[in-house]
């Protein structure tokens, strides 16, 4: 299995462009998380989605974030207008369906190294 | 508010000795802890658990140990090999999949 695949590994931006980012969760996984990772906040979760629906954003830190999910094997981030606090690197994680344990370990992409200038 | 905190952002230790990590947590409604190890350039990778029904969890080189009383847990590696230099990350659950995160504690095992 290739793992979670992440794309772009690093993107630099200017102030005020839209950034896309990309997640192809392991086959078989219903479930994907979005985080971000800064020095000030560690690793944050953003958003999980089950089955591609989204069920909690309380951790999409504004307006200018938003994800999606259209189907099981691909999601994106957009930050539309980036600005430079958001330079940090984001991360997808997937898990698969939950077992008689009642939680399943997250498998974590490469991530995305954003820079905002 | 940080819920999950690791309060040491780094530790050295001599190939061969203990590597001790902690953690501790506010949220007495978390009911899973984790670990994952982070290389640079890579994603975080799951380590080792225990749910909060156990005390200890041990595999191979790692143990982790819980203790709900004090809402703290630790991660303990021996010995300490250098491929065990890495950022480790403590992680809480409530609820099914969703983790809350300490900061980090960068270990570097030194020969």
């Known amino acids: 299995d290739a793992g979670v695949i992440q794309s772009p590994r690093h993107e630099v931006t200017e102030m005020g462009q839209e950034v896309t980012l990309r997640c192809k969760p392991i086959s078989g996984h219903d479930y994907l998380f979005w985080y971000r990772q800064t020095m000030m906040r560690g690793l944050e979760l953003l958003i999980y989605?089950?089955?591609?629906?989204?069920?909690?954003d309380s951790g999409m830190p504004e307006d200018r974030f938003s994800a999606k999910m259209p189907n099981a094997s691909f999601s994106t981030l957009k930050i539309q207008p980036s600005e430079p606090r958001d330079s940090a690197v984001y991360f997808c994680?997937?898990?698969?369906?939950?077992?008689?344990?009642?939680?399943?370990?997250?498998?974590f992409g490469p991530g995305t190294r954003l820079t905002v200038l | 508010d940080q819920q999950v905190k690791q309060n040491s952002p780094s530790l050295s230790v001599q190939e061969g000795r203990i590597s001790i990590l902690n953690c501790d947590y506010t949220?007495?409604?978390?009911?899973?802890f984790l670990w994952y190890k982070k290389y640079p350039a890579e994603g975080p990778t799951f380590l080792i658990s225990i749910s909060s029904i156990k005390d200890k969890n041990e595999d191979g080189r790692f143990t982790v140990f819980l203790n709900k009383s004090a809402k703290h847990l630790s991660l303990h590696i021996v010995p300490s090999q250098p491929g065990d230099s890495a950022v480790y990350f403590c992680a809480a659950s409530d609820s099914w999949g969703k983790l809350q995160f300490g900061a980090g504690t960068q270990v570097v095992v030194t020969p």
């Open positions: 994680a997937s898990s698969p369906p939950t077992g008689t344990s009642g939680y399943n370990e997250q498998f």
């Open positions: 949220n007495s409604m978390f009911d899973y």
């Open positions: 989605f089950n089955n591609n629906v989204p069920i909690d």
